[in-house]
T-cell receptor
Framework: GNSVTQMEGPVTLSEEAFLTINCTYT??????LFWYVQYPGEGLQLLLK?????DKGSNKGFEATYRKETTSFHLEKGSVQVSDSAVYFC????????????FGQGTELSVKP | KAGVTQTPRYLIKTRGQQVTLSCSPISGHRSVSWYQQTPGQGLQFLFE???????NKGNFPGRFSGRQFSNSRSEMNVSTLELGDSALYLC?????????????FGQGTRLTVV
């Protein structure tokens, strides 16, 4: 079946450090891929998405590239800020599955000043 | 425009009781999905409704049910509550729920079963 695997957290970084959160997926066909972010006490917010191979999603300095050959969608940011501290979820939406999103386990990011 | 609204925000129930959670989607959105979030299992898909019809269902027991009204508002019901049902329940809406459309999430309902 379809699934998403994320690197385990928590990840602790100093401000202005480089961030990578790994995400790989298993799916039939060509899924759409998403990164969502959850701040404490909040619901999920879409951070970025990519809908086909080699697409790059980007938002607020975060980027992720849809790599079909490695079935990956790693999240990167060149310089993190304290305000980026949150839990990050990689997710996929598969063909013919309607609005169903399959999420990874989430990666908690803590950025220290 | 108003976001996805979930009510109530917090609930405490006793084992064996039943509970109903409500979700009002963004105006114009016809797809509503429900997710259960727990520390151990993460985010798990419960079901999706589109135009008052259940379109997709996750692997949850029949105690979990839902419905959608003609105005796209949705409710989910959990009967015979168990301690393990304690979780954050999230609702998400999208225009059509199609493959690449964005889902907007509410803040969730925190259910505690004692």
């Amino acid at each position: 079946g379809n699934s998403v695997t994320q690197m385990e957290g928590p990840v602790t970084l100093s401000e202005e450090a480089f961030l990578t959160i790994n995400c790989t997926y298993t799916a039939t066909g060509y899924p759409s891929l998403f990164w969502y972010v959850q701040y404490p006490g909040e619901g999920l917010q879409l951070l970025l998405k990519a809908t086909k191979a080699d697409d790059k999603g980007s938002n607020k300095g975060f980027e992720a590239t849809y790599r079909k050959e490695t079935t990956s969608f790693h999240l990167e940011k060149g310089s993190v800020q304290v305000s980026d501290s949150a839990v990050y979820f990689c997710a996929l939406s598969a063909y013919n599955q309607g609005g169903k999103l399959i999420f990874g386990q989430g990666t908690e990011l803590s950025v220290k000043p | 425009k108003a976001g996805v609204t979930q009510t109530p925000r917090y609930l405490i129930k006793t084992r064996g009781q039943q509970v109903t959670l409500s979700c009002s989607p963004i105006s114009g959105h016809r797809s509503v999905s429900w997710y259960q979030q727990t520390p151990g299992q993460g985010l798990q898909f419960l079901f999706e409704y589109f135009s008052e019809t259940q379109r997709n269902k996750g692997n949850f027991p029949g105690r979990f049910s839902g419905r959608q009204f003609s105005n796209s508002r949705s409710e989910m019901n959990v009967s015979t509550l168990e301690l393990g049902d304690s979780a954050l329940y999230l609702c998400a809406s999208s225009i059509t729920g199609a493959l690449n459309t964005e889902a907007f999430f509410g803040q969730g309902t925190r259910l505690t079963v004692v």
